[in-house]
């Protein structure tokens, strides 16, 4: 396809968009609509469908020639030197003069434009073309120009990718949109993001992933397009500035503006040399409008401020003029008086209304997330929800999961970062926990009191007993971590390193009980009868008898040896006991897991009995012998005890004196005490000696203050029930651990993924809306875009979890490289980029709410070229806003004289020329053109070529 043929389809494609959906180019088109003519290499009108032709664009007052660039190769090389020269004389047609109205363009002037469809082999010779005429002549200063190249994707890709941004169809097709809810809804990527989201749980491989994505697929699914902007918020009518009075403001004692209310659409431009209160005016408009302005938004921030009254001051010193303390600065607006309390703080920034001088360079230089934060604030509504729920799910996974390692005790330093780590320690906190002993159990059993008797002298033995082994119990807690969760295995695991713990624990159950057996058969007051037995012994001995004294010692020696054998006998029968008890908690445990296991083996010394009749057998044949040993105990202990009553009845008669005690309360005491006498020992040796007294009266009230507590062991069944619950909470906590520890990870991967999708939508969404719309202006304001080695563009990605934006050039026919624009571009570039995104902002926000624009000196660091540019998109705005019946007032406020005067011819605005008078500024107002100066149609791009066509066809006819 010929490049000019690709330029037409793509032309009336986009003005089907923006005109009519039926448009198409006619032969004889008038100049209220586009049309299309062709013309040859002159730039003169041609019958003939060749490779050039003219656009004329009513909308926004464009001739744009499109020509062919031919290389010296070619037959016709192209004398661009010529075909400018033409364009500029036909610029010249298109000025303002005296004209009646039917010749004449309400709507503003027109401006010519020259483009080249130029081969990629021939860029080099039309870039020196170009520049060489750029030094000669000031042509290009009158003339935009610039090249459509075909590089290796075609001419139809290559005009897409171009565009025509001088024609400013995407500022138009903004302008069309004409409340703040529909162009919220031509700049939101709702629709788009839903689109990108279908199908979303089914893209990962892992179930939890699928299940989390589910969640965010449906609330895309379920969520309406409908969002929140502070566009909707605003008037139905934007503001429309039509008169402002000063007085005493700074150096402005006394300044009026005031516009003509009949028209609409205006500029008006103040200049004056530095100091004449031009920045002064700005700020007074952004009070007037704002309630604060930028000035004192910095102030009331700057901490070299030492008053605590700062909005305060800064009103009585700052905004008053000077010399003039008592009279306060004034201002209205229409009519209205304006406070100047600086307290409104919910005034809205005026985004795309104000543009000051240090505004239009932030906004290349922003911090890529602030960038962002501009970029993509009202892009999708939908999006950001999304993303705030994942981000909160994402937060809400991990707080949970240190909640649960807090909860675990595992939240030390340095954490823990796997999960067969995080298993081991929750098992060795589990298995501790079954071992695990109340200490007020092991204080017992380790009190000196309990150890004094031979018979508790055990219970040290037994506390010891009752710890686990650290080795086997870290051992075990590794074997269990291997595995997410715990079988059958792991139960054998368990009950063999559980089993001595429970031996222990019914050990200790055994003696906890037979110290409560042998407390019940105790007198009252025990303790006080040993007391009172001990005393009396010690006071006899001491007593002077009236007897033969070796017959007292005889019976005195005789009653020892029969307390002696009373207290073995007791002891004896007192180990029988004990051992009767202990068989029947081995027949117990036996009966129940030993035998359930088919096991003949003794337990305890691991010999084989089933040569005896089995396990149980032999356990029976051994308790009958000891119930046999037990009665032939009691009937000697009898024997001897009617002996000891019988000496004490005859040491009485001889004057020996009688025990305090009664018979039955000596047997009390003696069946008490005797089991815990040392070997070869006798109780009334025990009772004569008052430290051993002392510590057998201690151990009495000891174990007498035992309270009675639940079986550590428990039985099999409980046993193996305890086996079941330490599996199922084992089994539970790894199930828990395994979810919090995959949650955070899932999380962050759907994250990623819902992000990396996100910014697919972005890429494709923004460069059709806000990215494409700012690119289009910005290159109204490049007079040579081909010299910007690059391709401009605006990046947006994801960066741990936060959206930044980068204005970038990237080189996209070589290495693909991108560099960040802002250490690229000159002052002049990067302060065009950011009056390129004020002035978008002023299209999709700022012109629904005030139909204004005010910016300060907004040619700083301009070259005059680039000037001419900004006056030319300044002037195409005006004649948009005239076009579709839109009120604009632009109020620039400008530095340089000639650039004033540019910039009042180019907008037909009023010039206030700022001034001093005595010791403070005013106006002086002048307007350029009277009221017969119009600008013509461009129906006077033809009038030569007519004529001459008229004589040929009158020569024609004559011959």
Request: net charge neutral; hydrophobic share 40%; aromatic share 6%.
């Amino acid at each position: 396809m010929r490049a000019i043929e690709a330029a037409r389809a793509f032309l009336i494609d986009r003005y089907r968009e923006l005109v009519d959906p039926a448009f198409d180019f006619g032969v004889e088109d008038s100049f209220h609509r586009p049309s299309w003519r062709w013309v040859n290499e002159d730039l003169d009108p041609s019958d003939t469908d060749d490779d050039d032709a003219l656009l004329l664009d009513p909308d926004v007052g464009v001739a744009l020639f499109l020509l062919n660039f031919r290389g010296q190769a070619e037959e016709r090389r192209t004398n661009l030197r010529a075909q400018v020269a033409r364009g500029v004389g036909l610029r010249s047609r298109l000025l303002p003069r005296r004209l009646p109205d039917s010749q004449s363009d309400k709507h503003g002037g027109w401006r010519v434009v020259i483009h080249w469809f130029v081969d990629r082999r021939n860029v080099a010779i039309w870039r020196q073309q170009v520049s060489d005429l750029r030094r000669d002549t000031a042509h290009l200063d009158e003339l935009p120009v610039d090249a459509i190249v075909a590089r290796n994707s075609g001419w139809p890709e290559a005009i897409r990718q171009h565009g025509f941004p001088r024609l400013l169809l995407k500022t138009r097709r903004v302008l069309h949109i004409t409340t703040a809810e529909e162009l919220l809804e031509w700049s939101s990527a709702d629709a788009q993001v839903a689109r990108a989201l279908t199908g979303f749980g089914r893209s990962f491989p892992g179930d939890l992933e699928r299940t989390l994505a589910g969640k965010i697929e449906e609330i895309s699914r379920k969520k309406s397009t409908s969002t929140s902007s502070p566009l909707k918020d605003q008037a139905a009518e934007p503001f429309q500035l039509t008169s402002l009075s000063i007085r005493a403001f700074r150096n402005l004692r006394e300044l009026d503006l005031h516009l003509d209310p009949s028209a609409p659409v205006r500029c008006a431009v103040y200049h004056g040399p530095n100091g004449t209160g031009k920045s002064n005016l700005f700020e007074a408009l952004e009070l007037a409008l704002r309630g604060t302005s930028q000035r004192a938004h910095d102030f009331l921030a700057d901490n070299d401020v030492t008053t605590t009254k700062r909005a305060k001051e800064y009103l009585e010193l700052y905004l008053r003029t000077i010399g003039e303390p008592r009279t306060d600065p004034k201002l209205r607006i229409n009519g209205d008086e304006v406070s100047l309390a600086l307290d409104r703080t919910d005034a809205s920034p005026l985004s795309g209304n104000l543009l000051s001088q240090d505004d239009t360079h932030r906004f290349v230089e922003m911090p890529a997330r602030d960038l962002a934060a501009e970029l993509l604030g009202d892009y999708s509504a939908l999006a950001e929800e999304l993303l705030g729920f994942t981000e909160n799910a994402s937060n809400q996974a991990k707080a949970e999961f240190k909640a649960m390692l807090a909860n675990l005790q595992l939240d030390r330093p340095g954490g823990i970062t796997k999960p067969e780590t995080a298993r081991r320690k929750v098992a060795e906190r589990e298995l501790r926990e079954a071992v695990h002993i109340p200490a007020d159990v092991l204080g017992r059993l380790r009190s000196t009191e309990l150890s004094w008797s031979r018979t508790t002298a055990s219970a040290m033995r037994l506390a010891d007993g009752l710890q686990p082994d650290d080795g086997r119990l870290q051992s075990l807690a590794k074997e269990l971590s291997k595995t997410a969760t715990c079988d059958d295995s792991a139960a054998g695991l368990l009950r063999d390193f559980l089993m001595p713990a429970w031996k222990a624990r019914a050990e200790v159950d055994a003696f906890l009980a037979r110290l409560a057996d042998m407390r019940k058969h105790w007198p009252e007051h025990l303790a006080r009868q040993v007391d009172i037995w001990g005393t009396w012994l010690v006071q006899r001995r001491a007593v002077q008898p009236t007897q033969d004294p070796a017959t007292l010692a005889s019976l005195e020696a005789q009653r020892q040896a029969l307390t002696q054998t009373l207290s073995d006998l007791t002891r004896r029968g007192q180990s029988h006991k004990e051992r009767e008890a202990h068989f029947i908690g081995v027949q117990s445990f036996i009966e129940g897991i030993w035998i359930r296991a088919g096991d003949d083996r003794c337990p305890t010394c691991d010999t084989s009995l089933r040569d005896r009749g089995g396990l149980l057998a032999t356990v029976a044949a051994v308790r009958e012998e000891n119930a046999q040993t037990l009665s032939a105990l009691r009937q000697e202990y009898s024997k001897v005890q009617q002996r000891l009553k019988d000496l004490d009845q005859r040491f009485v008669i001889l004057g020996g004196g009688a025990c305090p005690l009664t018979e039955s309360e000596q047997e009390a005491v003696r069946n008490a005490l005797a089991i815990h006498l040392p070997d070869g020992g006798s109780l009334d040796q025990l009772l004569s000696d008052s430290t051993e007294r002392g510590r057998c009266t201690a151990w009495i009230q000891m174990v007498r203050a035992l309270s009675a507590a639940a079986p550590l062991a428990g039985d099999a069944e409980q046993f193996e029930t305890r086996i079941g619950a330490l599996m199922e909470r084992l089994n539970r906590r790894y199930r828990d651990m395994a979810l919090g520890f995959q949650r955070p990870e899932a999380w962050r991967a759907v994250s990623k993924a819902l992000k990396d999708r996100l910014t697919g939508v972005v890429e494709r969404h923004l460069p059709e809306t806000l990215a494409g719309l700012w690119l289009e202006i910005a290159f109204n304001l490049t007079p040579a875009p081909w010299q910007i080695r690059g391709d401009l563009n605006l990046a947006v990605e994801s960066r741990r979890g936060k959206q930044e934006a980068r204005i970038r050039l990237t080189d996209s026919e070589t290495s693909g490289d991108f560099r960040l624009a802002r250490y690229v571009l000159n002052r002049a570039e990067v302060r065009a980029l950011g009056l390129a995104w004020f002035l978008v902002r002023y299209l999709t926000q700022g012109r629904f709410a005030h139909a204004l624009l005010v910016m300060d000196d907004p040619a700083l660091d301009m070259d005059q070229t680039t000037f001419r540019d900004l006056c030319r998109l300044l002037e195409s705005l005006l004649r948009l806003h005239r076009v579709h019946e839109i009120p604009l007032t632009i109020l620039l406020l400008l530095h340089q004289d000639e650039r004033a005067l540019d910039a009042a011819r180019a907008t037909e605005g009023v010039l206030h020329r700022l001034v001093w008078r005595g010791d403070a500024s005013v106006a002086r107002s002048v307007k350029l053109y009277s009221e017969e100066y119009r600008h013509p149609t461009p129906e006077s791009l033809f009038a030569d070529a007519r004529d001459r066509r008229s004589e040929i066809v009158n020569s024609d006819r004559q011959a």
